[in-house]
């Protein structure tokens, strides 16, 4: 075969690491029999002009180097040749997540899923992408998403748990985060939820002129960090202010949830995290989702209420099926109530700026939870797993869990049902509630990992 490869990556990942990977991965296709063309070095940007040196390929291989939107897949995908992805796993060492490719893998495969496109996918590390169930079988066609809609419940059904729920849309989602796209009237209809859409430039505002006092609560909060001293004076106070600006919001116009363009615009443009006061709302029970997910804001709203507790919207970011474990991970994010250890202070891995929350998730059951629009269908996708005591796998907030069907199978699921990047997570075992209130919804319920 002809094999047209694109190396996909992003500067504000560890580029001298996703280089390094790079050159594993060409290693193993120029050891292939396949005729390898198309540009061989990292591709910063979504340079339109490298997909012509991919033209006259059988196949278009995307090399998920570190962490990309799914935008330029998207228009890879346009060509009309058939299209893959191998996207690359990395140590959890403790320190930050340096390349983040299986978020950008799940962004890619949930994008091209709405454009009903079934890619071939592969996770793995180029030392260990020469089994016979490796980069072969994804050339051979052989590891293709096979899409599942889910299963019509058979539990008793349930009553929405959150009727006329009230969402505020701050900024639009990030281009290619086809994850985080919504259509207002069908959320209406689907779960009567009403959403504001706001612009940005509002909430900086606020925040910038808010009165000491209204911001003095979050510096109580935040004072209880042990290293806090270490955080940029500015950056730290400007987050808070954003805590005290999103809680006025919400007295003011009776807000359930946000759903936050964090990104970039925060940083280059107000100059401090969100993250923190997200952590913060959350665990007051005013869930945030980041990247404008409006969907995840309306998930974590729904788990929340069953499980009478906090929930973070994580990213499932590596699965190890030789140790049968995932990592979910955030910025730094989670409400403080999911540790039982010393939380940390902390910035933003890429952006370097505060305030951002650092630990690992505490031991104990959880459940994860998802409104998925995969392939254009409203579903709900459920996991049940241990989160287990462990050493951080990445800074900011994140934990390593085990999932009850199993790494391997979940794996399986997550891209067969072409599943969101963002899951909400609640401690306890909440799924026949969530499967009960599926089947007053109407909706068909994919568990991850579960026989089919």
């Known amino acids: 075969m002809k094999i047209g490869i694109l190396p996909l990556a992003r500067p504000t990942f560890d580029v001298p690491y ?3 990977m790079l050159s594993g991965m060409l ?3 120029d050891a292939s029999s396949h005729d390898v063309i198309g540009p061989r070095s990292l591709l910063m940007e979504a340079d339109l002009a490298a997909l012509d040196a991919v033209r006259g390929a059988d196949l278009v291989l995307v090399l998920q180097v570190t962490f990309t939107d799914a935008s330029f897949v998207v228009e890879a995908s346009k060509l009309g040749l058939p299209i893959a992805i191998w996207a690359v796993p990395e140590p959890r060492l403790g320190g930050r997540l340096r390349l983040n490719a299986f978020c950008g893998l799940n962004l890619a495969n949930h994008a091209l899923g709405r454009n009903e496109i079934n890619p071939g996918w592969l996770y793995a590390d180029p030392k260990d992408a020469t089994t016979p169930d490796g980069l072969a079988a994804l050339l051979a066609g052989q590891r293709n998403v096979n899409p599942i809609s889910g299963d019509t419940p058979t539990t008793q059904p349930r009553e929405f748990p959150v009727p006329n729920l009230k969402i505020a849309r701050i900024g639009m989602h990030p281009d290619g985060f086809d ?4 259509d207002k009237g069908e959320l209406k209809a689907l779960t009567g939820a009403d959403v504001t859409e706001m612009s940005l430039e509002p909430l900086f505002e606020m925040a910038r002129g808010l009165e000491d006092k209204k911001v003095e609560p979050y510096r109580k909060k935040a004072a209880q960090l042990p290293n806090l001293s270490e955080m940029d004076a500015g950056e730290l106070d400007r987050s ?3 805590a005290g600006a999103l809680e006025m919001l919400r007295s003011e116009n009776k807000f359930d949830a946000f759903a936050i363009r964090c990104w970039p615009e925060t940083f280059t443009e107000y100059g401090g995290a969100v993250c923190g006061p997200v952590s913060m709302m959350g665990e007051a029970r005013v869930p945030c989702a980041c990247e404008a997910d409006v969907y995840g804001a309306v998930t974590q709203a729904i788990l929340q209420k069953i499980a009478d507790a906090p929930v973070f919207l994580a990213d499932l970011v590596d699965m190890d099926v030789g140790d049968d474990t995932g990592v979910v991970w955030h910025c730094g994010q989670a409400p403080l109530s999911m540790t039982d250890d010393e939380p940390r202070a902390t910035v933003h891995t890429n952006r370097k700026q505060a305030l951002l929350y650092e630990f690992t998730l505490k031991p104990g059951r ?3 939870f998802r409104l998925s629009q995969a392939f254009g269908q409203p579903k709900i996708v459920i996991g049940t797993a241990e989160m287990l005591r462990s050493e951080m796998a990445f ?7 085990r999932f009850d069907n199993g790494a391997e199978a979940v794996l399986r699921d997550v891209m067969d049902s072409g599943l969101e990047h963002h899951m909400a997570l609640a401690y306890g075992d909440h799924a026949e509630m ?7 919804m109407n909706m068909k319920v994919v568990e991850l990992g579960a026989a089919r």
């Not at 800074?395 to 869990?401: I, L």
């Open 18 to 20: 996703a280089e390094e």
């Open 27 to 29: 290693s193993v296709l």
């Open 179 to 182: 994850t985080c796209a919504y």
């Open 240 to 242: 808070l202010r954003l």
């Open 366 to 368: 959880v459940t994860f």
């Open 395 to 401: 800074t900011g907030t994140s934990g390593v869990v």
């Open 434 to 440: 969530l499967r009960s209130i599926a089947a007053g």
